[in-house]
């Protein structure tokens, strides 16, 4: 009786050893080539890389839970491509290398147990927000070395034991500011060698437990609007050298650690005036509005026909300044006392911060008379100008007519003078210029109207001189017989 009973229980002592027996018979016969299976680190692992693969391999045991598939030729995931060949225990799964371009969706949405994912030196474009959707207890995920140039809101969503994300030397040049929700074990994070010129500090503000963050090798550009972000990395300890300043050229190549916050500047830039603005003004007082935004707040001042503005002139108060700021926009009024004729001309506002400098010109119309507006298109002093100047032409034309007019008239009376010393009957018209003041009126009274002499021509014979002298000399004779009378 203790025999057969010693008999029973070593029976039954066999039956584990040999279930186990035939279970490890059964993962090692089931793989075959070009797979190599093992245990690994407590863990049925099947060894495929370098098997020059197109697929997913079909003939490995369930059991699997370590799968190397690096450098094969898979191109693409499809959908459930691990679910379809009976792949849903796998707790590590290494794609290096397999010149994967597209991943489906819902490639690894049953991979419930899948702790470590390996997609590094591929040459992915993209990933769909919903990728990782199913692998909540993955803890560790490479996407290094693709050709990623984006990660989108809630793509790490959810991943409530995820530990660490490489994603170096990508194309990266956004995150969305909703990629890493609800992730409080996240300590790793490596974005270097991307793209990334700016990030938002909300992207990242959630990670409580963060605390390795690469970010070198970025063409970071160091201004305002990275500012927040900068500072914050800086005061929670994430900063790892050499990260640095890729532009504005005033910071190039300056690690993040050597500059002020204030080095984070935006250059200024001046919403009024408007460019080419011209201002009209009919008021004693002019005021002219400088409205910037600029962060930091920029200094502003005011030049006047390219010269700074004195606030004194000789001891008066020629100008006051009006400063006020909300949010980020800055207001510098300008304001001419007692404006005068001479201060007519270009204001310019001018903004500077550490960030650049902004300037804009206006052009300040003034009138002398208050109210009266314009006339024909012109204020009042330039029509009054123009008036002026169109009665100054006309009294200077008046004035040379007039001395051309008695300039001929001069001419004219000398002609006839030295026309009558050229008679040949001198002695009449001296006696007749002798003649009493009486004779003189009494000819005028019988010959009031009388014509002058013709202009004298030279004689161009003798006998026509002859005839001429004749004829004056009748004329002569006739003009006494009547005064005789």
């Known amino acids: 009786m203790e025999h057969k009973s010693w008999t029973t229980w070593m029976r039954i002592a066999c039956i584990p050893l040999a279930l186990l027996t035939t279970t490890v018979a059964d993962f090692t016969t089931e793989c075959q080539r070009p797979c190599d299976c093992r245990w690994q680190s407590g863990n049925k692992a099947a060894i495929c890389s370098n098997s020059s693969l ?10 699997i839970q370590i799968l190397d598939l690096s450098n094969n030729n898979l191109q693409q995931l499809h959908q459930e491509a691990f679910k379809k060949v009976g792949l849903s225990n796998l707790k590590k799964l290494f794609l290096k290398e397999c010149n994967i371009e597209v991943v489906h969706k819902t490639a690894f949405v049953t991979l419930a147990i ?21 692998t909540e207890k993955l803890r560790l995920i490479n996407l290094s070395n693709n050709f990623i140039d984006k990660l989108e809101d809630g ?55 963060l605390s390795g963050l690469d970010l070198h090798n970025n063409p970071w550009r160091c201004d305002c609007n990275l500012q927040t972000f900068r500072d914050w990395v800086i005061s929670h300890n994430l900063y790892t050298p050499p990260t640095s300043c890729a532009v504005p050229p005033s910071v190039q190549d300056k690690l993040w650690n050597e500059l002020d916050s204030s080095n984070f500047a935006c250059r200024p830039t ?40 004195e606030m004194k002139a000789f001891g008066e108060i020629r100008y006051t300044v009006a400063e006020n700021t909300m949010d980020l926009i800055r207001w510098v009024n300008l304001t001419i006392i007692y404006a005068r004729y001479s201060d007519r001309g270009n204001y310019t506002c001018v903004a500077e911060n550490p960030g650049g400098r902004d300037e804009k010109t206006l052009t300040l119309v003034l009138s002398r008379y208050g109210g009266v507006g314009t006339i024909a298109g012109m204020d009042t002093d330039s029509f009054a100008i123009l008036v002026g100047c169109l009665t100054a032409i006309v009294i200077i034309f008046g004035a040379a007519l007039v001395v051309c007019y008695f300039t ?68 002569l004779l006739d003009n006494e017989s009547v005064l005789g009378e």
């Open 54 to 63: 197109k697929v997913v391999p079909a003939n490995l045991s369930n059991d």
């Open 114 to 134: 899948m702790i470590e994912l390996d997609l590094s030196k591929n040459r992915i474009r993209s990933l769909h927000p919903d990728t990782f959707k199913g």
């Open 408 to 475: 001929t008239q001069n001419n004219e009376i000398k002609r006839l003078i030295k026309n009558d010393a050229r008679s040949s009957n001198g002695d009449v018209l001296i006696e007749g210029s002798e003649a009493s003041e009486t004779e003189k009126a009494m000819k005028m009274e019988v010959n009031p109207v009388s014509k002058p002499p013709r202009k004298y021509e030279a004689p161009q014979s003798f006998t026509s001189e002859a005839t001429e002298m004749s004829e004056l000399n009748r004329t």
């Open 155 to 209: 793509i790490f969503r959810n991943l409530k034991f995820l530990q660490k994300v490489e994603a170096s030397n990508n194309r990266i040049h956004r995150i969305g500011t909703k990629a890493f929700v609800n992730l409080p074990q996240l300590k790793i994070l490596r974005f270097n060698g991307n793209n990334l010129s700016h990030m938002k500090p909300e992207t990242l503000m959630g990670l409580r437990n």
């Open 270 to 309: 001046i919403l009024e005036p408007v460019p080419d603005a011209t201002v009209k003004s009919y008021d004693e007082n002019v005021t002219l509005t400088c409205k910037v935004v600029g962060n930091p707040p920029p200094e502003v001042g005011w030049r006047f026909n390219g010269k700074t503005i």
